[in-house]
């Protein structure tokens, strides 16, 4: 990001806030995002879709942090929802119902009735058997509950087994085979009014080339529903857009509407409008986790050194789910210290708790590291296994700092249990 600056005193800043003294004032481990980083993000996707009609519908489960809702809510965006609780956070954060999508799964009656009382904008519905319990919910409301099928366009996004979604054989979606028979199931429905068509491929995603696939297979059947005097008002690509954690190339958001557009002008859908459910791409690269060098610990086993943090894998999920790679730069360079090669851990008991292998790194106890990328499905995942009460996170813009979340306390953890007799 380069709002991430390290400047001449050796010192790493996010705007105009120095890391190392954030760290020193709020403790650690703490999670710092940039909302000048977030603002810039989202304005590259804006500013593609200028002159359309578009909706960005944030993918909260991203960063789903109230202050980072607000901020997209004043932007104007609306928000990718999957659950009732995320439903409740957009309406705590000032956001509004008419501009939400609720996709997922495995939604309950209680979730759908909820959305539908609040008024979302849509339902991209996964399965025949949701199709069948919507419609039944929204009728005994009275209403009709707006709906798009996710498709599944069995695309190969090329990513992540575990976060790719639009091949056939994973949970989501439905197969492009049955979705034209499944859509004439849906106009007949009482409680279902057919809106839109959806889909999402997975995420992390780095090239174009599964998205220009996934819409010409979602264009096709648009076409195919549509002969059937089925009216789709809009188009939703989903999320999706991979960032840049160490050598990734993805291509920029602005670079990835306007191929999407250029294709959707091509085969005469121009006159649509187009939501998006970004993520990571628009909060992942805006957030740091600060932690703080424990102990340093060089093993007997030649060549393995570890640096024990205080950030763990129940606060930061990605290494040791994904075995994702996340930068790890100090906050404050030294010289006084030999650069060696440290595994990176946590005090979590599980050897898959690791947030950094053989990094390159000048360290001593007390130093404070800084994990890069780390703003979106970084606090959003965080567990608090081992009892460890989640971080805090602070929003800064310019020279301003903001705690927007205090760090949990070990009371709120065991608050709702109860002892026996
Ligand atoms: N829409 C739907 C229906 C989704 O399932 C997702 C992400 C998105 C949008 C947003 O995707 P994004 O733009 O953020 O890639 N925890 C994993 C990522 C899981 C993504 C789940 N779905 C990770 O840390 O890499």
Redesign the pocket.
Known sequence: SPFLQRRADGRLYFEDCALDELAREHGTPLYVYSRSAMRAALSAYESALAGRAHLL?Y?M??NSSLAVLQLFAQAGCGF?I?SGGELQRVLAAGGDPAKVVF??VGKTPAEMGQALQAGVRCF?VESEAELDKLSQVARALDRRAPVSL?VNPDVDAKT?P??S?GLKGNK?GISHQRALDVYRHAASLPGIEVVGI?C?I????TEIDPYLDALERVLDLVEAVEAQGIRLHHLDL?????ITYTDEAPPAPDALVAALLERIDARGHGHREILL??????V?NAGVLLTEVQYLKPSEVEGKHFCIVDAAMNDL??PA??E?YMAIVPCAERADVPVETWDVVGPVCESGDWLGRERVLAVREGDVLAILSAG??GMS?ASNYNTRPRAAEVMVEGRSAWCIREREKIEDLFAGERLIG
Request: hydrophobic share 30%; with cysteine.
């Open positions: 519908c993918a489960k991203a990718d999957v996709s997922g991209n996710r992540h575990y976060i979604t989501f959806d999402h997975g995420s992390q995603i989903g999320g999706g857009l991979g459910e970004p993520g990571r791409s628009l992942g999920m990605r789910m994904y994702a979106a499905y995942m």
